[in-house]
């Protein structure tokens, strides 16, 4: 069974500091990554995704993420962080079709605080 | 502007009521989805649609009932047989290949008193 892990539940980092957020992965296929950003109260956002190809993905926000599949891991990461960073991040992996969809695993999150 | 909306945002129930949360998109998307989020569970699916008078349940159906009679709404019931309905519930849309990412409302927060 697929299964997605993000082993931070919680980062502080410091305002021009970088971040990266883990992302593990158990699946038998090529995944399909997604990383998502949830401000507080708020629906998610996604940043950026992985289906094939470059394995150094870019997305918005200045975030990239990287894919390596002999770590099954698919690591977020921002050179240097903004205040307006502070946010929860999920990760998710799309699974085997079941039925008539391909649904989406979502990691539990790590919640990023960020210090001035 | 597309997008979906949710309404309303907070919603508070007395025990034994049952409640309807609103879904809605301007997006044409086919699918549609219906999350709930508890603190440090991430999200969890609790029903799916993939076109208009279908849906499928999600790994927590337990309690809750939905309806797709139009393309752009997917209303969630949350009935009084779910036994802790107190959560964030997010709805999510997704259109166009498989390849396509999941598109999410700002999401509903009930209570139940």
């Known amino acids: 069974a697929q299964s997605v892990t993000q082993p931070d539940i919680h980062i502080t980092v410091s305002e021009g500091a970088s971040l990266e957020l883990r992302c593990n992965y158990s699946?038998?296929?090529?995944?399909?990554l997604f990383w998502y950003v949830q401000s507080p109260g708020q629906g998610l956002q996604l940043l950026l995704k992985y289906f094939s190809g470059d394995t150094l993905v870019q997305g918005i926000k200045g975030f990239e993420a990287e894919f390596k599949r002999s770590q099954s891991s698919f690591n977020l990461r921002k050179p240097s962080v903004h205040w307006s960073d502070a946010a929860e991040y999920f990760c998710a992996l799309r699974s085997d079709k079941e039925g008539n969809d391909y649904k989406l695993s979502f990691g539990a999150g790590t919640t990023v605080t960020v210090r001035a | 502007d597309g997008g979906i909306t949710q309404s309303p945002k907070y919603l508070f129930r007395k025990e034994g009521q049952n409640v309807t949360l609103s879904c809605e998109q301007n997006l044409n998307h086919d699918a549609m989805y219906w999350y709930r989020q508890d603190p440090g569970q991430g999200l969890r699916l609790i029903y799916y649609s993939q076109i208009v008078n279908d849906f499928q349940k999600g790994d927590i159906a337990e309690g809750y009932s939905v309806s797709r009679e139009k393309k752009e709404s997917f209303p969630l019931t949350v009935t009084s047989a779910q036994k802790n309905p107190t959560a964030f519930y997010l709805c999510a849309s997704r259109g166009g290949t498989s390849y396509n990412e999941q598109f999410f409302g700002p999401g509903t927060r009930l209570t139940v008193l």
């Open positions: 699946y038998g296929a090529t995944p399909y």
